[in-house]
């Protein structure tokens, strides 16, 4: 399935087959993973480019023999020389454990790698999405968060490689776009969960829900009065597919989440009750530049789009925990949590 670095006729090969050819990058990851199956079901080729830092091989094994699908290990920080009539631009690790451990590279992979992505749609002419994310508003100032607020973040934070360099990412997609006509989508999409993250990645869903099965202590960053927002992954990509469909002049930036506001508290009270655990709940200090509050505005998506979530929380976070219990009875030696930051 794997492919080598720098082939440059995978493209080429996927156009032979017929089908709109594709790349998506972090293809490998939580949200790569599922958008890639979702396209091959609608007929596309796909390219799943990843450098596997996050991402796994065994996200894409549904996906491997698939003749319309190939797989490259790839770093989106060097130049891609395919070419595509649709980029989705993924490749970044999204949890702050594994953003912040690489700081320097996290900014790179926002930055250059959202770069060499743009150069390759302006080439070849491709429709481009970019993966931004509810970080660029930072710790906000108004709620629920509309696209028009130009968010609070600290641009020297420990969260700063991960929230500025998406900012960036940001600027450098709409600077293409008035420069070169580049034709853009921008989502900024807020916490989503399901099945296929991974067991250790240091978000709160999949934390809690693992510590859940495990009977381990859950941790609760500060009172645990922080909110966040959840949407389960199959109604994000719904929305990421729906933006990417639409007309020409809609750019976005979009925001893409469930707008149910719900404390981290709650959160774990309703995963312990669901799961059936004997898990208690152990506090910690809550992490620098952590947000007190997260909840999307998806006013502009529903109008635009006619697209809103639909799959509960209880619904979705069933579905996520059977999925996680299946992989923890696979008998793999999964490393011990230690921290869960939304
Ligand atoms: N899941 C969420 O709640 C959420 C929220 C906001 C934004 N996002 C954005 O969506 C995208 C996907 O997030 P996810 O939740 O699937 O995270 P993930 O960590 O599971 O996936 C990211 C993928 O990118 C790959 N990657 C990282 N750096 C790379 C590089 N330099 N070159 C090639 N591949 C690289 C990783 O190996 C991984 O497979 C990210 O850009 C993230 O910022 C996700």
């Known amino acids: 399935m794997a492919g080598t670095s720098s082939s440059t006729d995978v493209t080429d090969k996927q156009a032979a087959r017929g089908g709109r050819r ?25 390219l799943a480019l990843d450098n596997l830092v996050t991402g796994s091989e065994a996200n894409l ?47 790179r992979t926002c930055m250059e790698g959202s770069l060499n992505m743009l150069r390759l749609a302006h080439r070849t002419d491709a429709r481009i999405f970019q993966a931004s994310t509810s970080e660029v508003y930072g710790e906000p100032e108004v709620h629920p ?3 028009s607020y130009r968010g609070s973040v600290s641009p020297i934070g420990p969260r700063a490689c991960y929230d500025e360099g998406k900012r960036c990412a940001e600027a450098l997609f709409f600077d ?17 969960y399901g099945p296929q993250m991974q067991l250790d990645d240091g978000r709160v869903v999949s934390n809690f829900i693992v510590q859940a099965l495990r009977n381990e202590p859950i941790t609760i960053y500060g009172d645990g009065s922080q909110t966040r927002s959840f949407c389960y ?23 893409l989440g469930n707008p149910v506001e719900i404390t981290v ?7 312990i009750a669901l799961t059936g655990s004997r898990s208690r709940l152990v506090r910690r200090p809550i992490p620098v530049d952590d947000p007190t509050r997260r909840c999307p505005d998806i006013g502009l998506a529903k109008e635009t ?8 929380l209880e619904e979705g976070l069933r579905r996520t925990a059977e999925w996680f219990e299946r992989k923890l009875r696979d008998g793999r030696q999964v490393p011990e949590i230690t921290s869960a930051v939304a």
């Open 265 to 271: 508290l709650d959160l774990a009270t309703r995963i």
């Open 176 to 192: 293409y776009h008035r420069v070169h006509g580049t034709d853009i989508k921008v989502a900024r999409i807020f916490n989503t």
């Open 305 to 312: 789009l006619g697209w809103s979530p639909r799959v509960p």
């Open 145 to 147: 968060q509309k696209e």
């Open 233 to 255: 992954v199959d109604d994000l990509i719904d929305g990421i597919l729906a933006l990417v469909d639409s007309p020409r002049g809609i750019t976005g930036p979009m925001n």
């Open 61 to 107: 094994e549904p996906l491997r023999d698939h003749p319309r699908f190939r797989f490259v290990r790839h770093d989106v920080t060097v130049p891609w020389k395919g070419s595509a009539e649709r980029v989705f631009n993924l490749a970044c690790c999204a949890s702050p454990k594994h953003y912040q451990s690489d700081p320097e590279k996290t900014v």
């Open 22 to 46: 594709t790349i998506v990058t972090g293809g490998a990851g939580f949200l790569g993973s599922h958008l890639a199956a979702r396209l091959l079901a609608q007929g596309d080729e796909v």
